[in-house]
C-alpha cells in the first residue's frame, strides 16, 4: 500500500467541501477576534535556531495561540500588515477547544475508519492541533523535518494529517516530501523542554555518526481543499515560501500510539495536563495493527 511503501498518502476529497468552508470560515473568525495588544509577539519558526520557548508557546497544548510569521514583525515589535495577514499558526488545542475543529478531529466517523483502515496504531491519541496560514508573500518555508523528531514517543509512533483548507501549489508552498525515508532515515534529533527553561533540540546520534540523507528526490503534492494527506513520523517533509499574492490555510493534527503500545517521553515540549489528558480517537482500540516495513 502507498502509505506503507512512500510513507504519506493523499487522500482527495476526504472532507466535503460545506466541512472545508466551515473550517475556513472559523479560521477567519479566531483571526478577526485575534487581540494583538494582549500578544506576547511570540514567532514561529521550525528552523533549528530560532524556536521561541516561552511560555505562551509551551502552555498552548491546550489553548488556541496565535504565532506570527517573522517577516511581519518589525524591529520594535509592530505588526507591518493586517493581524489577519501575520500569523503563521494557530494552535496547538483546535482539535479540544473549538467545535468546528473537534467535529472534524474527534467526532468524525470517516476520520475513524482511516485510522482503522490505516491498521497503524492500536490505540491513537490526538496531541495537538494547527492552522497553518502561510500567509501571501512572507508564509515561512518549513525546513526539511521529520515529525517524530518533534513529538517522540518510545518507540515512535507519529502520524501526521493534513488537510489543506485551499488550493496548494508550488507557488504558495505545497508540501514535498521524499518517497520511502521513512524507511531509512533514523531520527536523528528531538525537540526538548530544555532543563534550564525554554527548548531545544537534543542529540540522539551525533552528527558526524549520523547516515546521510536517503538518495531520491522530493516530490511536490498539489492539494485541493479537503483532501486529507497522512504522513508518517519518520518520513522527511517540508515546504517552501508562500511567495504567491494568495493564503494557504490547512488544517493539521497529529496522533501518537498511547500506553501500553507507547509512552510519551516526558522532555517533549507538549505535555498533558491533568484537565486535559490526551483524547483518545477510536471507541475501541484496533484489534489489528501490521508494523511499518513488515
Ligand atoms: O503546512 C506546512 O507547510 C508544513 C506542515 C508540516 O510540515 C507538518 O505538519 O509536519
Not at 476526504?14 to 473568525?29: C, G, I, N, S
Not at 525515508?181 to 527548548?199: C, D, E, N, Y
Not at 483524547?279 to 482500540?285: A, G, S, Y
Amino acid at each position: 500500500m502507498k502509505f506503507r511503501r512512500d510513507g504519506y498518502l493523499r487522500l482527495p476529497s476526504f472532507l466535503e467541501p460545506d466541512e472545508v468552508e466551515a473550517l475556513l470560515t472559523r479560521t477567519k473568525q479566531l483571526l478577526d477576534n485575534f487581540s494583538v495588544e494582549d500578544h506576547p509577539l511570540t514567532k514561529f519558526t521550525t528552523g533549528d535556531d530560532n524556536h521561541v520557548g516561552d511560555e505562551y508557546f509551551l502552555t498552548s497544548g491546550d489553548k488556541i495561540r496565535f504565532f506570527l510569521e517573522e517577516d511581519a514583525v518589525d524591529k520594535d515589535g509592530k505588526l507591518n500588515r493586517p493581524k489577519q495577514r501575520a500569523v503563521n499558526k494557530i494552535g496547538h488545542g483546535l482539535h479540544e477547544q473549538d467545535e468546528v475543529f473537534r467535529k472534524v478531529t474527534l467526532e468524525n466517523e470517516k476520520m475513524k475508519s482511516v485510522v482503522r483502515d490505516l491498521q497503524f496504531h492500536h490505540d491513537p491519541v490526538a496531541l495537538q492541533s494547527m492552522v497553518i496560514c502561510k500567509q501571501p508573500h512572507i508564509g515561512g518555508k518549513v525546513p526539511e523535518h521529520n515529525d517524530s523528531t518533534f513529538l517522540y514517543t518510545n518507540p515512535p509512533s507519529a502520524l501526521g494529517f493534513w488537510i489543506p483548507l485551499e488550493k496548494c501549489t508550488p507557488e504558495n508552498g505545497a508540501l514535498s516530501f521524499l518517497p520511502g525515508s521513512h524507511l531509512t532515515a533514523p531520527i536523528t534529533k528531538r525537540f526538548v523542554r530544555m532543563s534550564g527553561g525554554g527548548t531545544g533540540f537534543e542529540q540522539l546520534i551525533p552528527p558526524e555518526e549520523a547516515p546521510k540523507n536517503p538518495e531520491g528526490k522530493y516530490i511536490l503534492e498539489a492539494c485541493m481543499p479537503g483532501d486529507l494527506v497522512i504522513i508518517h513520523g519518520s518520513v522527511l517533509h517540508k515546504s517552501e515560501r508562500n511567495t504567491s499574492p494568495h493564503t494557504r490555510f490547512a488544517y493539521t493534527f497529529h496522533m501518537i500510539e498511547s500506553p501500553p503500545y507507547a509512552e510519551y517521553d516526558a522532555k517533549n515540549w507538549l505535555q498533558p495536563t491533568p484537565e486535559t489528558p490526551f483524547p483518545h480517537i477510536l471507541d475501541t482500540p484496533n484489534p489489528t495493527v501490521v508494523p511499518i516495513g513488515a
